[in-house]
């Protein structure tokens, strides 16, 4: 087989294939005995019919396309593994010349992973900002554990106002048709602006319980049925009570209540747990810090399309939490911020990209590998998470190979902080102001709860939606750099 190489652009490969003639031949003929032994031809027994009748019944155009869907994949993978090329994204077979008795040719376009040129990755020094219990955090603990036991009781009537929670009934009406999924009853509704619809809960403000009236109000023009959007309704509303939410008394009888002897042993537990937590914090910080130095010394050069894959994921993420959580996206993709998040999203992309080409550049300096032994706790985890049994967590290639690669991504991550100088100094002082949007759990971004659930609705489907863009068939071929920072996989380590 004659193999040629084109490079294009910053990690374009094009590659011709010219198979020999009776290599090709043979191939076709495979395919030939293959399907007349799963086919009925009259007066022959299956898979005894000679060829030309094969040809006559079947055609030769549709065993040549049955020869080349087994053929391609096998001269695709022998190919790259024989020019050693780290392939990652599907072949683009942009050609395929097969005439019986002529050599097989064949034109495929595909993506190689970037070189990465790797600087100081062992040992470098790092400053990080210690996270630190905060003076009030047991009191918020213990407030938190006292608020899970509150209660809504009814109080006496007066007047509603807002921020109250009310008890109602009511019955929505288009057009003077009751519209479907119109009617409630025992609705708690806690009366915020903007809550339910625009306008409904100042209309329900300063009436009283016990009484019925009604309410007009627009359903918003990007609604999830869309039968309603933009429409008009009128609610006939019957306001039963307004309830009060109560917390307990932070003392013995609450600590017994949530399963500890005493107060003291639930405040023991809580600051075992803040404390944990803060730990992990500090070591989330290091890995971040040691990371960060490892990448900024190394160099790659970006293909944009690796950029643009991997926006696109985080969008369709992004759009996927939208959806789970009740929001309407295309709501939010005409607002005034949808471009700036677009764009912040390109940001996180690329430094996602990056980093994970230099972490898998050092599993390759160093040769890490990912033993059996070192996925059994992943496994026993998804087991457990989702009931269902160990061989079939096992046996699934794809949940395999997502435990491997965030396995191998511990390991380097773990391998770069143990090697590394690490210093805990200060955290700056942070100006809290009207729009701040920081998360005040020890400096934890607000999204990492939609990531996180992200990542485990992922390995419940086994799948990885950026294999679908980046995945190629032939068994060596690499995959594109997952959002998650992936290191690599291991056979290619």
Same mark, same amino acid.
């Given at each position: 087989?004659?193999?040629?190489?084109?490079?294009?652009?910053?990690?374009?490969?094009?590659?011709?294939?010219?198979?020999?003639?009776?290599?090709?031949?043979?191939?076709?003929?495979?395919?030939?005995?293959?399907?007349?032994?799963?086919?009925?031809?009259?007066?022959?027994?299956?898979?005894?019919?000679?060829?030309?009748?094969?040809?006559?019944?079947?055609?030769?155009?549709?065993?040549?396309?049955?020869?080349?869907?087994?053929?391609?994949?096998?001269?695709?993978?022998?190919?790259?593994?024989?020019?050693?090329?780290?392939?990652?994204?599907?072949?683009?077979?942009?050609?395929?010349?097969?005439?019986?008795?002529?050599?097989?040719?064949?034109?495929?376009?595909?993506?190689?992973?970037?070189?990465?040129?790797?600087?100081?990755?062992?040992?470098?020094?790092?400053?990080?900002?210690?996270?630190?219990?905060?003076?009030?955090?047991?009191?918020?603990?213990?407030?938190?554990?006292?608020?899970?036991?509150?209660?809504?009781?009814?109080?006496?009537?007066?007047?509603?106002?807002?921020?109250?929670?009310?008890?109602?009934?009511?019955?929505?009406?288009?057009?003077?048709?009751?519209?479907?999924?119109?009617?409630?009853?025992?609705?708690?509704?806690?009366?915020?602006?903007?809550?339910?619809?625009?306008?409904?809960?100042?209309?329900?403000?300063?009436?009283?319980?016990?009484?019925?009236?009604?309410?007009?109000?627009?359903?918003?023009?990007?609604?999830?049925?869309?039968?309603?959007?933009?429409?008009?309704?009128?609610?006939?509303?019957?306001?039963?009570?307004?309830?009060?939410?109560?917390?307990?008394?932070?003392?013995?009888?609450?600590?017994?209540?949530?399963?500890?002897?005493?107060?003291?042993?639930?405040?023991?537990?809580?600051?075992?747990?803040?404390g944990e937590e803060i730990k992990q914090e500090n070591d989330m910080r290091s890995q971040r810090?040691?990371?960060?130095?490892?990448?900024?010394?190394?160099?790659?050069?970006?293909?944009?399309?690796?950029?643009?894959?991997?926006?696109?994921?985080?969008?369709?993420?992004l759009k996927r939490y939208f959806e789970q959580t009740g929001q309407p996206f295309e709501e939010?993709?005409?607002?005034?911020?949808?471009?700036?998040?677009?764009?912040?999203?390109?940001?996180?992309?690329?430094?996602?990209?990056?980093?994970?080409?230099?972490?898998?550049?050092?599993?390759?300096?160093?040769?890490?590998?990912?033993?059996?032994?070192?996925?059994?706790?992943?496994?026993?985890?998804?087991?457990?998470?989702?009931?269902?049994?160990?061989?079939?967590?096992?046996?699934?290639?794809?949940?395999?190979?997502?435990?491997?690669?965030?396995?191998?991504?511990?390991?380097?991550?773990?391998?770069?902080?143990?090697?590394?100088?690490?210093?805990?100094?200060?955290?700056?002082?942070?100006?809290?102001?009207?729009?701040?949007?920081?998360?005040?759990?020890?400096?934890?971004? =607000?999204?990492? /709860? !939609?990531?996180? $659930?992200? +990542?485990?609705?992922? @390995? &419940?489907?086994? *799948?990885?939606?950026?294999?679908?863009?980046?995945?190629? =068939?032939?068994? /060596? !071929?690499?995959? $594109?750099? +997952?959002?998650?920072? @992936? &290191?690599?996989? *291991?056979?290619?380590?």
């Open positions: 087989m004659k193999v040629t190489l084109d490079r294009e652009g910053k990690n374009i490969v094009r590659m011709g294939l010219e198979l020999e003639s009776e290599k090709a031949l043979k191939a076709y003929e495979l395919a030939c005995r293959q399907l007349s032994g799963k086919i009925n031809i009259p007066g022959f027994r299956r898979g005894k019919a000679p060829r030309n009748i094969i040809e006559k019944t079947l055609g030769v155009d549709y065993i040549k396309r049955e020869a080349l869907e087994r053929l391609v994949p096998e001269l695709l993978t022998r190919a790259i593994l024989d020019e050693n090329l780290d392939v990652i994204t599907e072949p683009e077979i942009d050609n395929c010349d097969f005439e019986l008795g002529s050599p097989l040719k064949l034109n495929a376009k595909f993506e190689v992973r970037p070189e990465v040129t790797l600087g100081q990755y062992l040992g470098v020094s790092v400053d990080v900002p210690e996270a630190v219990m905060p003076d009030d955090a047991l009191d918020k603990a213990l407030q938190s554990v006292a608020e899970s036991k509150s209660s809504m009781a009814p109080v006496a009537p007066r007047e509603v106002k807002m921020g109250d929670t009310v008890l109602m009934d009511f019955e929505c009406k288009v057009n003077g048709e009751i519209v479907e999924g119109g009617k409630a009853q025992g609705l708690l509704l806690e009366l915020r602006e903007g809550a339910f619809l625009e306008g409904f809960c100042e209309q329900v403000a300063g009436k009283m319980p016990n009484t019925d009236f009604e309410v007009e109000a627009k359903f918003p023009p990007a609604y999830r049925n869309k039968e309603l959007a933009g429409k008009d309704a009128k609610f006939s509303v019957s306001l039963k009570e307004i309830r009060e939410r109560t917390i307990p008394d932070v003392n013995e009888e609450l600590a017994k209540e949530v399963g500890y002897e005493n107060l003291d042993q639930l405040k023991d537990f809580l600051k075992e747990r803040i810090a040691v990371v960060d130095a490892v990448v900024a010394q190394s160099k790659v050069d970006i293909p944009e399309t690796m950029i643009e894959r991997e926006q696109n994921l985080l969008m369709h993420q939010f993709e005409r607002s005034d911020e949808f471009q700036s998040v677009k764009d912040s999203k390109f940001e996180e992309a690329k430094q996602r990209v990056l980093t994970s080409l230099v972490l898998g550049a050092v599993v390759r300096q160093e040769k890490m590998t990912v033993q059996d032994e070192e996925m059994t706790p992943y496994i026993a985890e998804l087991v457990q998470r989702y009931q269902v049994p160990v061989e079939q967590v096992a046996r699934n290639e794809e949940v395999r190979r997502q435990i491997m690669e965030e396995v191998l991504t511990n390991k380097v991550v773990e391998y770069l902080v143990e090697k590394a100088t690490i210093k805990f100094v200060p955290e700056p002082a942070h100006e809290h102001g009207p729009n701040c949007d920081h998360d005040h759990e020890h400096g934890k971004e =607000k999204a990492k /709860k !939609a990531d996180s $659930e992200q +990542k485990s609705e992922a @390995k &419940a489907e086994a *799948k990885s939606e950026s294999k679908k863009d980046a995945e190629a =068939k032939p068994a /060596k !071929a690499k995959e $594109e750099e +997952k959002p998650k920072e @992936k &290191a690599g996989k *291991k056979g290619k380590n």
